[in-house]
């Protein structure tokens, strides 16, 4: 069972793809890494991260106390501005002296509920915004009267409470802060003493203490001189010893942070004195390790995450490199070989698989490129028989009926022009061999078609007119010997032979938009458009008094040489003459005079 069992797993293995085997090993051992590391990375970070958390609330509370002062003092400045600037250098009895009050008001009525000013003896003097001070309140007897009047130095703050001082419309009674202070009123001629009370909208400063993040589990609370509770998120749901436990918090420590143990859970405390006011300011954590759920925490994971990943796709990528460099080097030398680049050489290393592979892809492209060349061969020795064998077809009719001209006219003493027609014939033999090349220069062709026309007007006794022009420029270029002759053989016997008077031949070899074109045009009988397609398709056999080779015979020849964009263009109607012209690429003839040879 033993010896199945490991036969078995062997099985599995071998059976597996190189993809499967590369990711299972893979992720095994990105698995086990990342869990290592992680517990590696957590405990390392976990005490810094504790440390560094108190750092952080500690500057926390150094703000938040700014922040608190910097509120307070608004407030006292708005107080030193009323008493020095307004109160004291102003008589209350002109008529300026509460618009300016108002004024002050006005431009601080954000954050400050009420502003009022009272003689000693609790005389309302000046209030904004307007109001009434409620029947039956004794003034005078207040905390925040009296203490301004006998402390007359200080500005005097008071723990945050509901003011019920001045009659408000529906009860819409606030919370606020208030703070007072002595003055002098200047009273006509007459200094007299009164108090000056502001009171803070608490609301303002509430809101400023709950946007304070001390943490997900963290809170910050103040106390006054007495230990009565200022600012507490959950004073409402406060019990009596919860509230006694914050005050003795505050009061067994001084300013600073400290370590206390509380139901059980260790917790961190700081405490800050808020400026003015003799307030204490605390905040109280728990000390607990790193934590994933506060920002701090999730940057750190966000951090360690990306460091892991791209460690990940490091190694990644240098894994697959290294197993797919092999086959990378396999598809591009199969791309290559796609392309016809038969002689790609492979150098492939790696596993005995993929060199096994390498070695015979090289010796496929060996053997194809060998197959490619034996067809090329023949395909050429094809075209070379294909344009032999059309260009060999020269109808003895016409070599027959031109001795025939030269006998006659030897036996009428007429041997000046059977010396023409002699000389034209072998210039026309010459040019039509031309030592075995398939391709002369236009000025040749031009040449040849001169001496085929020169018999063919003697033997018709001037029956037709030509004329011959050509382009200095296209007379070295390259043509296909033998294209113009059956064309203009053409031009005589299906054109201008059966006309009644003169027949006119004009051909023409010139260059346009850089292709040469040979043209032949008569002013014969002309054709209909299925007569030119016939012509053009073989259809129509070439006269027995011709040289036999036929329209047809050009258009095939010019195809094979130089592809079927090129070829013999028809433009006939009846009655109205003929113009074949061929259409063939601008190729200088000595570019392709070698590949003859």
């Known amino acids: 069972m033993a010896v199945e069992g490991h036969k078995k797993r062997f099985n599995i293995r071998e059976q597996m793809s190189l993809r499967n085997v590369i990711w299972i090993s893979f992720t ?12 590696a990375f957590y405990s390392l970070f976990s005490s810094q991260y504790s440390k560094q958390r108190r750092e952080e609330r500690q500057l926390l509370m150094t703000q938040i106390n700014s922040s608190v002062v910097s ?14 600037s307004v109160i004291k250098d102003q008589d209350i009895q002109t008529h300026d002296f509460s618009e300016k009050f108002q004024i002050l008001y006005d431009s601080n009525s954000t954050y400050i509920k009420n502003i009022a000013l009272f003689t000693e003896d609790g005389k309302a003097i000046a209030m904004a915004p307007a109001a009434i001070v409620k029947e039956n309140i004794n003034l005078v007897g207040q905390d925040w009267f009296s203490e301004a009047l006998s402390k007359s130095e200080n500005m005097h703050f008071y723990d945050p409470h509901v003011q019920n001082l001045f009659v408000e ?36 400063l509430e809101q400023l203490l709950e946007s304070a993040a001390i943490g997900d589990d963290g809170y910050l609370y103040i106390v006054d001189r007495m230990g009565e509770i200022v600012y507490h998120p959950f004073k409402q749901t406060l019990t009596e010893a919860e509230k006694t436990e914050c005050k003795n918090i505050i009061y067994n420590q001084k300013s600073g942070n400290y370590t206390q143990q509380s139901d059980g859970i260790q917790q961190d405390v700081t405490i800050k004195t808020v400026g003015y006011t003799g307030w204490l300011m605390a ?89 490619m060349e034996d067809i090329v061969r023949e395909h050429e020795a094809k075209r070379k028989s294909e344009l032999d064998s059309l260009q060999a077809q020269i109808n003895p009719h016409f070599l027959y009926n031109t001795l025939d001209i030269i006998v006659w006219m030897i036996e009428n003493e007429r041997q000046s022009d059977a010396s023409k027609v002699v000389t034209s014939l072998a210039r026309f033999f010459r040019i039509s061999l031309s030592k075995g090349n398939r391709i002369i220069t236009v000025k040749d062709e031009i040449e040849h078609v001169n001496n085929y026309l020169a018999i063919q007007n003697m033997r018709y ?6 004329t011959v022009e050509i382009e200095e420029v296209v007379e070295e270029l390259a043509v296909i010997k033998l294209i113009l002759q059956p064309l203009v053989e053409n031009a005589i016997y299906h054109g201008v032979e059966f006309m009644d008077g003169d027949g006119e031949i004009r051909i023409r070899a010139y260059s346009s938009k850089d292709e040469l074109y040979l043209s032949v045009k008569d002013n014969g009988l002309g054709m209909t458009e299925d007569t030119v397609q016939k012509l053009l398709d073989g259809e129509i056999q070439p006269s027995g008094k011709g040289s036999g080779t036929g329209v047809v015979n050009v258009n095939q020849r010019i195809q094979l040489y130089f592809g079927e964009q090129y070829g013999l263009q028809i433009y006939s109607e009846p009655d109205e003459g003929t113009e074949m012209r061929i259409h063939l690429p601008l190729v200088k003839y000595q570019d392709i005079k070698e590949e003859q040879r």
């Open 169 to 204: 419309h529906e009860n819409n009674y606030e919370w606020v802060i208030s703070l007072s202070r002595a003055v002098q009123i200047t009273d006509g001629i007459e200094i007299k003493r009164g108090v000056l009370l502001i009171d803070l909208q608490y609301s303002g």
């Open 283 to 371: 905040s109280v954590t728990s000390q607990g390790s790193f934590s994933l759920g506060t920002p701090k925490g999730r940057l750190l994971v966000i951090t360690l995450f990306l460091f892991f990943a791209t460690a990940l796709v490091m190694l990644n990528s240098l894994v697959s490199s290294l197993v797919s460099k092999p086959f990378q080097k396999l598809e591009l030398a199969l791309k290559k070989i796609e392309k016809g680049d038969m002689d790609v050489k492979l150098n492939i290393t790696g596993a005995y698989e993929v060199r096994h592979l390498g070695k015979t892809i090289q010796k496929m492209a060996a053997q194809i490129k060998r197959l």
């Open 71 to 84: 509120y307070l003092r608004n407030m006292m400045k708005v107080s030193d501005t009323l008493a020095f």
């Open 28 to 39: 095994l051992a990105t698995t086990l890494a990342t869990i290592i590391m992680g517990i």
């Open 461 to 466: 006794k001037n029956r037709f007119k030509y």
